[in-house]
T-cell receptor
Framework: QKEVEQNSGPLSVPEGAIASLNCTYS??????FFWYRQYSGKSPELIMS????GDKEDGRFTAQLNKASQYVSLLIRDSQPSDSATYLC?????????????FGKGTLLTVNP | GAGVSQSPRYKVAKRGQDVALRCDPI?????LFWYQQALGQGPEFLTY????????KSGLPSDRFFAERPEGSVSTLKIQRTQQEDSAVYLC?????????????FGDGTRLSIL
C-alpha cells in the first residue's frame, strides 16, 4: 500500500511569514509530485508540480524534492490570509500506474492577519 | 467550459436508492479520473479512463459502483443500492494526454449524502 504522509496541522503563521509544508512518501520509484490547494467546500486546485530533485519556484511558492529521502515540501513566502486552506500533497504511481495519484490527508494552513 | 464541470453539486438519497453523478471534463482532455473524498481526508482514486476505455477500476469500493465514458468525453459514475458509507464528495479530474505524470485538473465535486 503506497502511502503519503502529511502533518494534519493546523499550521498557523502570521501574515508575511514563510509557511513550510512537508510530505513524505513510501514509493521509492515515484517520479511525479504535485501540490494542490483546497479551500473548504471547493475542488483541489493545482499550484505546483515537481519532477526532479531540487527546488522549483513559481511566484511566492517553492516546491522542494529530495527523492533519496522520499520527501517533498512546499514553501509559501509572504503568506497572505487568502492562502488559508488545506494543502494536499499528491504522488503519482510508478511504472504502468503512473496516472494514479495518491494523496496525503492534507495540512490545514491558517494565515493570521 | 474552461474547467471540469460536475453535476449535481449536491445529492441527497435514501439508503438503497441508485444515484448517477455526471462529469464533463475539459474539452479535448484524453484522461478522466474519479476520486472519492471523505471528510478530513485526501481524495482516493476510484477509476481511470483513457478516451472511452476504462483502463483501471481497481479503486471502486464494490460492485455497486460503476463508471462509464461511452463517447470519450462525458463520464457518469453510478452507485447502486446506496449505503450510508457511500456518503462523501465525489471528484472528477481530467488531464490533457494519455498516460501519467501529468497534472490533473479537478471539478468542484458532487457532495453525496445517504440518509
Amino acid at each position: 500500500q503506497k502511502e503519503v504522509e502529511q502533518n494534519s496541522g493546523p499550521l498557523s503563521v502570521p501574515e508575511g511569514a514563510i509557511a513550510s509544508l512537508n510530505c513524505t512518501y513510501s514509493d521509492r520509484v515515484s517520479q511525479s509530485f504535485f501540490w494542490y490547494r483546497q479551500y473548504s467546500g471547493k475542488s483541489p486546485e493545482l499550484i505546483m508540480s515537481i519532477y526532479s530533485n531540487g527546488d522549483k519556484e513559481d511566484g511566492r511558492f517553492t516546491a522542494q524534492l529530495n527523492k533519496a529521502s522520499q520527501y517533498v515540501s512546499l514553501l509559501i513566502r509572504d503568506s497572505q490570509p487568502s492562502d488559508s486552506a488545506t494543502y494536499l500533497c499528491a504522488v503519482a504511481g510508478s511504472g504502468g500506474s503512473n496516472y494514479k495519484l495518491t494523496f496525503g490527508k492534507g495540512t490545514l494552513l491558517t494565515v493570521n492577519p | 467550459g474552461a474547467g471540469v464541470s460536475q453535476s449535481p453539486r449536491y445529492k441527497v438519497a435514501k439508503r438503497g436508492q441508485d444515484v448517477a453523478l455526471r462529469c464533463d471534463p475539459i474539452s479535448g482532455h484524453v484522461s478522466l479520473f474519479w476520486y472519492q473524498q471523505a471528510l478530513g481526508q485526501g481524495p482516493e482514486f476510484l477509476t481511470y479512463f483513457q478516451n472511452e476505455a476504462q483502463l483501471d477500476k481497481s479503486g471502486l469500493p464494490s460492485d455497486r459502483f460503476f463508471a462509464e465514458r461511452p463517447e470519450g468525453s462525458v463520464s457518469t459514475l453510478k452507485i447502486q443500492r446506496t449505503q450510508q458509507e457511500d456518503s462523501a464528495v465525489y471528484l472528477c479530474a481530467s488531464s490533457k494526454d494519455r498516460g501519467g505524470n501529468q497534472p490533473q485538473h479537478f471539478g468542484d465535486g458532487t457532495r453525496l449524502s445517504i440518509l
